[in-house]
């Protein structure tokens, strides 16, 4: 049998999260996904409420992953403590609250899930990603392993699924908010794509207004970023896994464009 894995790309704003509310169950039904794990660091634009996470579950995610902006609204914090479906990246510091990688259950058993952050490009320094997978990885027995990187670098990217490829059922990129044509199978079974995308504002600098992004590119006075109005779209990769090997079998972008 197979067990398919959706995996969606950052939901950004107002726009994002509606997107989420009205169209993520249908969606799951559509593609046959018995699991769904959802990048929500930006469902404030910047960071995300235990509201909005509890949305997101509420709208079929089974999982929910985070990134930089993590920590970008405290009231946060003791949830990422509390709850078993959210993670935030497994290399920061140890004294920060949450988890790195949780394991949850699935109609086709337990499933883990690990959450990296990338180091090219970042505005800090956290532990390398490379030697805290090989940590996890050591303390992990489940047949299906799905990675989550949060990177800026595509070759970083790259270079996590070719090390875990074999060894893992998926690993996906997000944090750029622009889709990748990549998504396939690596040679030893592992799925992979650079990055999922982004669900939110359709027509948008990473879902926000065009014009205040020109105006920071400009040199303009600094202005608060909004997110823009209008259609939306969600974008994300469909993993089909082998059900007893825990091997991708076909990897298959889901682009929903109003």
């Known amino acids: 049998m197979e067990f398919k894995v959706l995996a969606v790309g950052d939901v950004v704003g107002g726009p994002g999260m509606e997107r989420i509310r009205r169209h993520l169950r249908q969606l799951k039904r559509t593609t046959g996904a018995d699991f769904v794990v959802v990048n929500g660091e930006n469902a404030s634009v910047v960071g995300i409420t235990p509201s909005q996470a509890e949305d997101i579950l509420d709208a079929g995610a089974d999982a929910i992953t985070l990134g930089n902006h993590s920590f970008s609204k405290r009231e946060i914090t003791a949830y990422l403590d ?58 992990v027995d489940t047949k299906f392993i799905l990675v989550e990187l949060h990177a800026e670098a595509t070759s970083e990217k790259l270079a996590m699924g070719y090390l875990l490829d074999g060894r893992v059922s998926a690993v996906w990129g997000t944090h750029t908010h622009v889709p990748t044509a990549d998504a396939r199978v690596l040679p030893k079974g592992t799925g992979y794509v650079t990055d999922l995308g982004m669900t939110g504002p359709r027509d948008s600098v990473l879902g926000i207004r065009p014009d205040l992004s020109i105006a920071k590119f400009r040199g303009d006075l600094p202005e608060r970023y909004r997110w823009a109005e209008g259609p939306t779209k969600l974008e994300g990769v469909l993993f089909t896994l082998d059900s007893q090997t825990g091997k991708c079998l076909r990897a298959e972008r889901v682009d929903q464009w109003d």
Do not use: H
């Open 82 to 139: 509390e709850s078993s479906r959210i993670v935030r990246p497994a290399n920061y510091a140890p004294q920060v609250p949450g988890k790195g990688w949780t394991v949850l259950e699935s109609r086709f058993g337990a499933v883990t899930l690990i959450d990296l952050i990338g180091r090219c490009g970042m505005d800090y320094g956290p532990d390398n990603p490379f030697l805290m997978i090989e940590k996890i990885l050591k303390q």
